[in-house]
Antibody, heavy 116, light 107 residues
Framework: EIQLQESGPGLVKPSQSLSLTCSVT?????????WSWIRKFPGNKMEWMGYISYSGSTNYNPSLKSRISITRDTSKNQFFLQLNSVTTEDTATYYC?????????WGQGVMVTVSS | DIQLTQSPSSMSASLGDRVSLTCQSS??????LSWYQHKPGKPPKPMIYYATNLADGVPSRFSGSRSGSDYSLTISSLESEDTAIYYC?????????FGAGTKLELK
């Protein structure tokens, strides 16, 4: 079974970069699927942030385009989120998820707070 | 971006009730709409995809339908485990967008 697990710091200072890792087991990320980052804000709004495809192409939400980067390490079967110049508005629970016909497999989520 | 409007924003219902949640799209998205159930402390769970198709492992009391630009998620007989926030998601065009969610509680 495919499993995803997010990891990364739970606290980031304003203006710094947020970096998260999604480790995938049970499936090779170069075999298929799009690999996305999604976040849920306090107050329950959800936002799709972007994905990296199995071939390595990326697609980002234009609302984040100047700040976001999604990359991968195929040798470790991981993909990464970097979000630059964070503000308190980026405080959220961050999820990684796989997409085929829908977001079928999700990580448990990691809560990230942006605060000085 | 495509806007999805979910209604109601919250509701309460009794065990065994038939419950329908609605999601209206600001523009045509065909059947490219899915539904997710989200409970506290857990990741979202896919329920419906392509407007009417049940995701793997989802109980048959859940169903999805479409009428024009209005999409519905229906629970035929509410069970206690169905309390959650339900989100619709459009994937007709990027960026994918979610509705604001409907919080479903037990009366």
């Amino acid at each position: 079974e495919i499993q995803l697990q997010e990891s990364g710091p739970g606290l980031v200072k304003p203006s710094q970069s947020l970096s998260l890792t999604c480790s995938v087991t049970g499936y090779t990320i170069t075999s298929g699927y799009d690999w996305s980052w999604i976040r849920k804000f306090p107050g329950n709004k959800m936002e799709w942030m972007g994905y990296i495809s199995y071939s390595g192409s990326t697609n980002y939400n234009p609302s984040l385009k100047s700040r976001i980067s999604i990359t991968r390490d195929t040798s470790k079967n991981q993909f990464f989120l970097q979000l630059n110049s964070v503000t308190t508005e980026d405080t959220a629970t961050y999820y990684c998820a796989s997409w085929e016909l829908y977001f079928d497999y999700w990580g448990q989520g990691v809560m990230v707070t942006v605060s000085s | 971006d495509i806007q999805l409007t979910q209604s109601p924003s919250s509701m309460s219902a009794s065990l065994g009730d038939r419950v329908s949640l609605t999601c209206q799209s600001s523009q045509g998205i065909g059947n490219y709409l899915s539904w997710y159930q989200h409970k506290p402390g857990k990741p979202p769970k896919p329920m419906i995809y392509y407007a009417t198709n049940l995701a793997d492992g989802v109980p048959s009391r859940f169903s999805g339908s479409r009428s024009g630009s209005d999409y519905s998620l229906t629970i035929s007989s509410l069970e206690s485990e169905d309390t959650a926030i339900y989100y619709c998601l459009q994937y007709d065009e990027y960026p994918y967008t979610f509705g604001a969610g409907t919080k479903l509680e037990l009366k």
